[in-house]
T-cell receptor, first 113, second 115 residues
Framework: ETGVTQSPTHLIKTRGQQVTLRCSSQ?????VSWYQQALGQGPQFIFQ???????GRGNFPPRFSGLQFPNYSSELNVNALELDDSALYLC????????????FGAGSRLTVL | DQQVKQNSPSLSVQEGRISILNCDYT??????FLWYKKYPAEGPTFLIS?????DKNEDGRFTVFLNKSAKHLSLHIVPSQPGDSAVYFC??????????????FGKGTHLIIQP
């Protein structure tokens, strides 16, 4: 059973650029969610996808968008990058049931200069 | 406005003793609580959870206690082992929402187990 894998592990962008982060869900999971973890903070919910549609969103602007593919892999896209977008981006997958316990990947560390 | 608060950024405990990590929440709509553990360069891993209909859940060395009236939960680790050194996150969700609102995390407590 493979876990959640994310790519790239580290990347550096400049303000105003766009970035795409990728995630492969754990085998058997059908729901994927993305979290942003700034330095010294806990993870903050960005959005969740189920059946290739966004079905929940945290307090993030529309320039944060995502996709879920038929094989349950996912992308997080961030447009018009700002300095405050520098953070660890965590992808988590789960099987949609009552508990919905999340399995996290190791994250993608984004630095915006 | 933080809805889940972990007021101790770090905690140092001697190996073999009990570790107690605390968490407070303000949102009365939360009805499911989880603890995650995170090692450096790894993603958070699920440790233990508790539903609001219970006041205690135990799994081996780990026990979570929930006091709904005080909006407080705690994680007890007995006995503490060196491998327990990690950052522990308390998280909460509104289960009735089907989980679509995601988890709300605290800032974490860095537990250090000293030999």
């Amino acid at each position: 059973e493979t876990g959640v894998t994310q790519s790239p592990t580290h990347l550096i962008k400049t303000r105003g650029q766009q970035v795409t982060l990728r995630c492969s869900s754990q085998s058997g999971h059908n729901t994927v969610s993305w979290y942003q973890q700034a330095l010294g903070q806990g993870p903050q919910f960005i959005f969740q996808y189920y059946r290739e549609e966004e079905n929940g969103r945290g307090n993030f602007p529309p320039r944060f968008s995502g996709l879920q593919f038929p094989n349950y892999s996912s992308e997080l896209n961030v447009n018009a990058l700002e300095l405050d977008d520098s953070a660890l981006y965590l992808c988590a997958s789960s099987f949609r049931d009552g508990a919905n316990v999340l399995t996290f990947g190791a994250g993608s560390r984004l630095t915006v200069l | 406005d933080q809805q889940v608060k972990q007021n101790s950024p770090s905690l140092s405990v001697q190996e073999g003793r009990i570790s107690i990590l605390n968490c407070d929440y303000t949102n009365s709509m939360f009805d499911y609580f989880l603890w995650y553990k995170k090692y450096p360069a790894e993603g958070p891993t699920f440790l233990i959870s508790i539903s609001s209909i219970k006041d205690k859940n135990e799994d081996g060395r780990f026990t979570v206690f929930l006091n709904k009236s005080a909006k407080h939960l705690s994680l007890h680790i007995v006995p503490s082992q060196p491998g327990d050194s990690a950052v522990y996150f308390c998280a909460a969700r509104e289960l009735s929402g089907g989980g679509a609102d995601g988890l709300t995390f605290g800032k974490g407590t860095h537990l250090i187990i000293q030999p």
